[in-house]
C-alpha cells in the first residue's frame, strides 16, 4: 500500500521560506517520479515541481522557478520542497504525488497514481 504524507505547511509574511517534506511508504521512492502539486480555493490543481532522482532531473513551474528547490533522500524515502521568497499567490493546499518513472517529466496531475492528503500553506502580504 503506496502512502504519501506531507507535513511542513504552515502561515508566513510574504518573503519567508518554508520547507514541505513528504514521506513515502510502501514502496521505495527510487524508480519514481515525485512531484508537488498546489490547489488554491477555486483553482485548478497545477503541478509545482518534479524530480526523478535517478537521473537527476527536475521540472518546475514557471511561477516557482528560482525560488523553490526539489530535492530527494532516497534512503529515508523523503521527498522536500524548499520555498522561499514565499509570494501571498502562493497560497494554497500542497501535496505530493508519485507516480512510476516512465522516461518523461511532466506537472500534469492526471500523471500522478499516488496522492498525499496535503498540506495548507498560507501566505500573508
Known amino acids: 500500500q503506496v502512502q504519501l504524507v506531507e507535513s511542513g505547511g504552515g502561515s508566513v509574511q510574504a518573503g519567508g521560506s518554508l520547507r514541505l517534506s513528504c514521506a513515502a511508504s510502501?514502496?521505495?521512492?527510487?524508480?519514481?517520479?515525485m512531484g508537488w502539486f498546489r490547489q488554491a480555493p477555486g483553482k485548478e490543481r497545477e503541478g509545482v515541481a518534479g524530480?526523478?532522482?535517478?537521473?537527476?532531473?527536475?521540472l518546475y513551474a514557471d511561477s516557482v522557478k528560482g525560488r523553490f528547490t526539489i530535492s530527494t533522500d532516497t534512503a529515508e524515502n523523503m521527498t522536500y520542497l524548499q520555498m522561499n521568497s514565499l509570494k501571498p499567490e502562493d497560497t494554497a493546499m500542497y501535496y505530493c504525488?508519485?507516480?512510476?518513472?516512465?522516461?518523461?517529466?511532466?506537472?500534469?496531475?492526471?500523471?500522478?497514481?499516488?496522492w498525499g492528503q496535503g498540506t495548507q500553506v498560507t501566505v500573508h502580504s
Open positions: 504525488a508519485a507516480t512510476h518513472w516512465t522516461g518523461y517529466v511532466s506537472l500534469d496531475p492526471r500523471l500522478f497514481g499516488y
Open positions: 510502501g514502496y521505495t521512492s527510487s524508480g519514481y517520479y
Open positions: 524530480i526523478y532522482d535517478g537521473g537527476g532531473r527536475t
